[in-house]
């Protein structure tokens, strides 16, 4: 019997992640760099004119910095960026085992942290939080995202897609009113664009969210709540295939 | 953890007109905010920016409490002989950074 109950959650399991891959036609997906001015589009195409490269660059220092009791720095368990990090964040949030949840990159450098470096948490929006995600989210530039197909991590895709497509707030709006439903109109002169976190974390894809549920004049989240990564988590699968673009430039 | 980002092309035929990019890292806090508690939080720029090539100053610019954090200064000269380009950021409390950019001219 138990078995079978199995069987049909799986079922159920699968049926949502086809259904959550066609909210937007594959083939109609834009990343939300193609709605963005050409004079914006230049700033994200020049690493010497993008922001963002800032950030990249105090997370490399911050990569060789030791920290902690046990006096040690990323590099030292990882060494060189470049290779160990890549495609990292192309299949981020992952299920983390001791948690039994998903972790989005963020939580996964303050869960090294606390593991390995024996140090304090980053507060998240620091400076450091922010440059030590950009700069290992940067290491996967141009890859394509692949979100991690872990059974246990299906749930969360599920609970993810739920919040996206629930109605809430004030105002009376799901994610998808906007972002599946109207992203090819504009909202108050900004285009409204179809909630693909391609080039996150610079701009902070949670800090977006939290934005977007304050707009519904919705109960928000706090930062690293389970709900966002969970959305975050969906958003990822709504985008699998497309390129990482992290430092991004959004206006 | 102050950085720039500095953008002179590497080459340039003598007589061209070349463009200079500058990004520094800086909060450009305006001082006219203020804290819930309604403290005013203290103003933060920076103040000068100076751009030497081969010694000789050829750019410079006072900033103010309006402009945005991180400021990104760009300019036009014309590329004379192969040298350095000297950038200086001064500001508020102190701060004080410094780049340079070489250019070989043909």
Not at chain 1, 131 to 142: G, P
Request: with cysteine; glycine share 6%.
């Amino acid at each position: 019997m138990r078995f079978f109950v199995t069987i049909f959650f799986t079922a159920v399991l699968i049926a949502a992640g086809i259904a959550a891959a066609g909210e937007i036609p594959l083939n109609e997906r834009r990343s939300g760099y193609t709605f963005m001015a050409p004079d914006t589009q230049a700033i994200q195409d020049d690493d010497t004119a993008n922001p963002g490269m800032l950030w990249v660059l105090d997370g490399e220092s911050l990569w060789k910095k030791k920290a902690g009791t046990a006096n040690k720095s990323c590099a030292d368990c990882h060494n060189d960026a470049s290779t160990s990090m890549k495609g990292v964040a192309a299949r981020y949030p992952a299920f983390d085992m001791t948690l039994g949840r998903p972790v989005n990159l963020e939580q996964r450098i303050n869960l090294c942290r606390a593991r390995h470096q024996e140090a304090s948490p980053l507060a998240y929006e620091s400076r450091d939080l922010l440059a030590l995600t950009a700069f290992v989210a940067e290491q996967s530039r141009k890859m394509a995202i692949t979100p991690d197909t872990t059974a246990e991590l299906q749930p969360f895709v599920a609970n993810g897609r739920d919040f996206f497509m629930k109605r809430q707030g004030q105002l009376n709006l799901g994610c998808t009113n906007c972002h599946d439903d109207n992203w090819d109109k504009h909202l108050a002169g900004s285009a409204v664009t179809q909630a693909l976190p391609t080039g996150y974390p610079i701009y902070r894809l949670e800090r977006r969210l939290r934005n977007c549920i304050t707009g519904m004049r919705a109960q928000n989240y706090d930062y690293g709540a389970p709900e966002l990564v969970e959305l975050e988590l969906y958003l990822m699968s709504r985008a699998a295939g497309m390129k990482i673009e992290t430092p991004a430039v959004r206006p | 953890m102050a950085s720039a980002l500095i953008n002179v092309p590497k080459k340039a035929k003598r007589g061209d007109v070349i463009e200079i990019k500058t990004l520094m890292s800086h909060i450009m806090e305006t001082g006219y905010r203020h804290t819930a508690a309604g403290q005013v939080v203290p103003r933060d720029i920076i103040t000068s920016f100076t751009c030497r090539y081969n010694g000789e100053e050829i750019f410079r610019a006072d900033l103010f409490p309006a402009i945005a954090a991180n400021p990104f200064i760009t300019f036009f000269t014309t590329a004379t002989e192969s040298g350095k380009f000297d950038f200086e950021w001064i500001g508020d409390n102190g701060f004080s950074e410094k780049a340079s950019a070489t250019i070989s001219v043909e």
